[in-house]
């Protein structure tokens, strides 16, 4: 995976275009921090990288929920205690 200050970007397109050539994508970092990912794609694998995408972003916000969950001590409910909840907030915003 190759690697790019943000502030190299402009100007750099061809630079670009050869590291996700060679390497498939590039780290665009910011301040020496990784910030952004700049991925090859085409028309062939074009929709099965965005449903790639989302299932990260979804996987990823997963994992945050249930660690809120451990934070706040639910993560032991039972199935009843989490229908309860589910027909309580419900109750709460109708």
Not at 6 to 25: C, F
Not at 47 to 53: F, P, Q, R
Request: proline share 1%.
């Amino acid at each position: 995976m190759g690697f790019m200050a943000l502030r190299e970007l402009r100007g750099s397109t061809a630079r670009i275009d050869q590291i996700i050539e060679r390497d498939g994508s590039v780290i665009v970092t910011n301040y020496g921090k990784p910030a952004y990912l700049m991925l090859g794609i085409d028309e062939a694998n074009f929709e099965e990288t965005l449903i790639d995408l989302r299932r990260v972003r979804a996987r990823r916000a997963l994992t945050r929920i249930q660690g809120a969950s451990v934070k706040l001590g639910n993560d032991g409910l039972t199935l009843d205690q989490i229908n309860d909840e589910i027909v309580a907030d419900r109750a709460a915003r109708a």
